[in-house]
T-cell receptor, first 109, second 113 residues
Framework: TQLLEQSPQFLSIQEGENLTVYCNSSSVFSSLQWYRQEPGEGPVLLVTVVTGGEVKKLKRLTFQFGDARKDSSLHITAAQPGDTGLYLCAGANDYKLSFGAGTTVTVRA | GAGVSQTPSNKVTEKGKYVELRCDPISGHTALYWYRQSLGQGPEFLIYFQGTGAADDSGLPNDRFFAVRPEGSVSTLKIQRTERGDSAVYLC???????????FGPGTRLTVL
């Protein structure tokens, strides 16, 4: 049973378009992390958000953490084919990570 | 430097057989984790080692699953009497300490026929 719900499950867009992926939790975690996973590889950490209302930017990626620290979003501006992958959110309590099921993003050239 | 490595990358076995999956963490990382990722799902926590000891094995699904880390470095995940439902990608991760960023290996894809 996944404690974090991600939506949508699949997202296919044209290069240059924007996209947003959502992560909602039934629990409060000490921090929330976003990962990207490519086929045949393990997840790679993109960002960690800790404070309610926090916004972090990583080039074309913007991460938001809800005020109640139960929901988060990942927004990609002007998506590129290299952004294709499985995006996972994970709630962290000390050493333990609880992952959502992920959103598969496909960016068509 | 080298990342987390896992061997084998693929393992096909028959129902009822015993398998061992190996993880080589990043040198100097004291914390090691095993996760299982089923098709269409995110990774699911199995076990956490701090040094040689299993600090939290609450994610192991049943007593057919066991993991060791005898010298505080390499870890082996052992599955007895494999079942078709054990088919998944088994991921290993390591971190400097238990509360640091986890670095994942590429995983072992286990298929039980």
């Amino acid at each position: 049973t996944q404690l974090l719900e991600q939506s949508p499950q699949f997202l296919s867009i044209q290069e240059g378009e924007n996209l947003t992926v959502y992560c909602n939790s039934s629990s409060v975690f000490s921090s929330l992390q976003w990962y990207r996973q490519e086929p045949g590889e393990g997840p790679v950490l993109l960002v960690t958000v800790v404070t309610g209302g926090e916004v972090k930017k990583l080039k074309r990626l913007t991460f938001q953490f809800g005020d109640a620290r139960k929901d988060s979003s990942l927004h990609i501006t002007a998506a590129q084919p290299g952004d294709t992958g499985l995006y996972l959110c994970a709630g962290a309590n000390d050493y333990k990570l609880s992952f959502g099921a992920g959103t598969t993003v496909t960016v068509r050239a | 430097g080298a990342g987390v490595s896992q061997t084998p990358s693929n393992k096909v076995t028959e129902k009822g057989k015993y398998v061992e999956l190996r993880c080589d963490p990043i040198s100097g990382h004291t914390a090691l984790y095993w996760y299982r990722q089923s098709l269409g799902q995110g990774p699911e926590f199995l076990i956490y080692f701090q040094g040689t000891g299993a600090a939290d094995d609450s994610g192991l699904p049943n007593d057919r699953f066991f993991a060791v880390r005898p010298e505080g470095s390499v870890s082996t995940l052992k599955i007895q009497r494999t079942e078709r439902g054990d088919s998944a990608v088994y991921l290993c991760a390591s971190s400097l300490r238990g509360d640091n960023e986890q670095f994942f290996g590429p995983g072992t894809r286990l298929t039980v026929l």
